[in-house]
């Protein structure tokens, strides 16, 4: 199934540094049209890329664009990441007595690289 652009004009609103050293971005639209509410509606939690241009795209880049392949694991974060996200929520709920979490982050990670070393055949 070929799945087509959304192009939109809009906004740059906000930009929030998170905790993860992620960025949560927000744009604002003009009144879309049925077809583009519906498409917006349609890619609600779907992992994607994002262009931003003052100028309209041209048919190159357009081109460019539609080739992109959607991959989460190119677009979502690393196993990595989403490991260091969920420690650190982890943290703010039970510190186990570390004052910061770059500590308890080292001391959980050598936990499990520990973990996983005594699986490690002799």
């Known amino acids: 199934m070929e799945k ?24 604002e639209t003009s009144e879309p049209t049925p077809d583009q509410a519906l498409a917006i509606h349609n890619c609600l939690l779907k992992a ?10 041209r048919s190159e880049e357009l081109k460019q664009l539609n080739e992109l392949k959607s ?16 420690l ?17 982050y080292e001391y959980k990670m050598e936990k499990v690289i520990e973990h996983y070393k005594g699986r490690i055949d002799a």
């Open 88 to 104: 650190y929520k982890l943290f703010e709920q039970h510190p186990e007595g570390f004052k910061s979490f770059q500590k308890y």
């Open 48 to 57: 994607g890329y994002l262009a931003f241009r003052e100028e309209p795209f």
């Open 4 to 27: 087509s652009l959304l192009l939109i004009p809009a906004i740059l609103e906000s930009i929030r540094s998170l905790k993860d050293r992620t960025f949560k971005i927000s744009f």
């Open 71 to 86: 991959d989460f694991e190119l677009v979502g974060k690393s196993p990595g990441q989403r490991l260091r996200g969920v």
